[in-house]
């Protein structure tokens, strides 16, 4: 039955308002848009949102207000506006979310791909298509994309002729990501038993596993174009690119907390020094430190060697003490030593290596003495990559009496770290080698040796009172960071380190594992090719020569193929020596690379040795 219309003419609906009501209703709502003075009812316009939202009407969302360093993430699903960023627990999975500091929210903008080298898996040809890259969608405001909990990547490992074409044997590389409709990585609880793929004595990690080509998407300077060719970074041992995690970051400290810390009462020092001071605290829960307070903010890993070496050195070693380092040494842990050993008389000793470029455990324990004051030793050798088992050389240290210093440079961004575990005296690393700005490092060291230690550089910041006679120093951290620190780089270097641990460090070394086993086996069928550092624990560095070509030679043919590699001495030099080499050429490899990159790494590698043989 169809309703009549209202015409009028006939009585009203009880339910109406009469003409006198609703004439008062359309004033008042009039009079309260934005904009109005209580006599005008005529709609202004605000300049800047187009057109005023009528008042009591509900309008958008707002952004929620970035919080001040150190707030705690609120629990339970994340809000709508940033579904991403509050997805991942703690490392490991173990106790609530660490405090992270949000990010503002990045609209994803709808449209084709950037141009960049093919991602899927190669596994992904074989079988069943591989999964779509996650679409954009204008609903998304985050930029990352964590949702939930999957099993630990990689899957099991299926056989692939990654070689074919070249005549070489079959590889084993992980299987594609499995199809899914989710925008997001992570789509499946993990199983607690799967670990296929991650190096030995790896702990099982609860983070989710995550989609390479999801990855990437993060990582802005990987759609660049290098010689017409899309761009393949595999010099990740020298620096690693950065996600737009860690640019957003330092585009809203500069936006909006920009201010020297510690020294004014203004709305932005304190937003500048929480900034920091949060930073501090990612730092030392990310490294497993037990406070703060032992944690000093310096340039980089070379900085933070020579801040020991100049503070604590002088106060500890004396002539005839010895200082012990490994033949694996980059030149930053060398020469900081040599310039101690000639101030106060100090012997330097050095650990050799296997032809592998393995330490030797054993002639390290036979070299310690009652004069042993200082182990500094690589927990990864940038040349080679070779792990060290440093849990055995702190130990072995301490039995003698010695204090003992990691580098921890190329180790950071490939294995998890707990100072605390492994009673390391001192640890230090480069945030540039952690996805993190250059210009900003870390150097951990147990309170009571920071407290023992007088400060290297005067300044400003550092101290407590200062006259013409005489000053007084800050406890630490404080006064070994003399005048304005790198305040924007280090709040960079938390959001760098918020990123891999929602990714979950155990995550991505058994990824970067299956990159490494299939770079090597790829080059090892390369003819006139020699694999410089063999060690059976290694991480994301393989070194090589090839015949009838010098390093550089290779590192500039494959530029031309988009390929980054460092071809050189690494800064290095004992080390390359001792296999009787001036330089190598060293791809390196890191979580956004993939398997078809290491495809053409190799593809190009025996293009050059077929030239070679055809030259003779």
């Known amino acids: 039955m169809t309703t009549p219309p209202f015409t009028g003419d006939e009585a009203a609906p009880a339910w109406l ?129 964590f949702l939930t909990e999957a099993p630990g990547y990689p899957a099991k490992a299926p056989e692939l002729p990654g070689f074919g074409h070249l005549g070489l044997p079959p590889l084993f590389v992980p299987a594609a990501p499995a199809a899914t409709t989710s925008p997001y990585y992570f789509v499946q609880e993990p199983d607690a038993g799967d670990t296929a793929g991650a190096p030995a004595g790896l702990p099982i990690d609860r983070h989710p596993a995550f989609d390479v080509r999801a990855v990437r998407r993060d ?8 010689n017409g060719r899309p761009l393949i970074w595999l010099d990740n041992a020298a620096t690693t690119q950065k996600p737009r995690a860690v640019m957003d970051r330092l585009v809203e400290f500069y936006s909006r907390e920009n201010s020297n810390i510690h020294r004014a009462a203004h709305e932005l020092a304190a937003r500048a020094t929480d900034a920091y001071e949060g930073a501090r605290n990612t730092v030392a829960r990310f490294v497993g430190a037990g406070s703060a307070e032992e944690i000093v903010f310096v340039r980089g890993t070379t900085e933070a060697i020579n801040l020991v070496a100049k503070a604590w050195g002088p ?21 900081p030593w040599q310039m101690l050993a000639e101030q106060t008389g100090a012997v330097i000793k050095v650990i050799p290596v296997d032809d592998d470029g393995q330490l030797l455990l054993d002639e390290y324990a036979a ?189 500039t043919e494959l530029n031309k193929e988009g390929i980054a590699v460092r071809s050189g001495h690494h800064c290095a030099q004992p080390i390359l020596r001792r296999y009787g080499l001036e330089a190598t050429v060293r791809p390196s490899f890191a979580f956004y690379n993939t398997h078809e990159e290491v495809d053409t790494l190799v593809a190009v590698v025996h293009r050059l040795a077929e030239r070679r043989g055809r030259r003779r």
Do not use: C
């Not at 106060?315 to 020469?335: F, K, Q, T």
């Open 17 to 145: 308002p009469d003409e006198a009501t609703l004439s008062r209703l359309a004033g008042e709502f009039f009079r309260a848009l934005p904009g109005q003075s209580p006599e005008s009812g005529t709609p202004a316009h605000d300049g800047l949102s187009g057109w005023p939202s009528p008042a009591g009407l509900p309008a958008a969302d707002p952004p929620p207000p970035a919080p001040t360093a150190g707030t705690s993430l609120p629990s339970g699903p994340p809000p709508t506006s940033a579904p991403a960023a509050y997805a991942a627990g703690a490392p490991g999975g173990a106790g609530p979310a660490p405090e992270l500091r949000a990010l503002p929210a990045r609209p994803v903008t709808p449209g084709p791909p950037p141009v960049a080298s093919p991602v899927t898996p190669p596994a992904a040809s074989l079988a069943a298509p591989a999964a779509p890259a996650a679409p954009a969608r204008p609903s998304d405001t985050g930029p990352y994309y």
């Open 219 to 226: 990582f802005p300077i990987l759609s660049e174009l290098v």
């Open 315 to 335: 106060r500890h070693i004396r002539a005839g003490d010895e200082i012990v380092v490994s033949h694996l040494e980059h030149h930053a842990n060398i020469v």
């Open 367 to 555: 070299l310690l003495s009652d004069r042993t004051r200082l182990v500094a030793v690589t927990q990864m050798s940038n040349a080679l990559g070779t792990v060290v088992p440093v849990e055995q050389v702190i130990e072995i240290g301490h039995r003698a009496g010695a204090r003992v210093l990691i580098d921890a440079a190329q180790s950071v961004p490939h294995l998890p770290i707990d100072v605390t575990a492994l009673d390391a005296d001192f640890l230090v690393f480069s945030g540039h080698k952690l996805f993190g700005p250059t210009g900003i490092g870390v150097l951990y060291a147990k309170r009571e040796v920071l407290e023992d230690m007088p400060p290297w550089e005067g300044g400003g910041n550092m101290i407590t009172d200062v006259t013409f006679e005489r000053s007084s120093y800050q406890p630490p951290p404080g006064r070994f960071e003399a005048g304005t620190g790198n305040i924007a780089d280090a709040v960079g270097l938390a959001a760098a380190i918020d990123y891999v641990e929602r990714i979950g460090l155990p995550n991505i070394a058994a990824y970067e594992h299956t990159l490494l086993e299939h770079a090597t086996e790829g080059l090892r069928g390369v003819p006139g090719l020699r694999l410089v550092g063999t060690a059976r624990h290694k991480a994301s560095i393989a070194s090589f020569v090839l015949d009838g070509y010098e390093p550089a030679e290779v590192g």
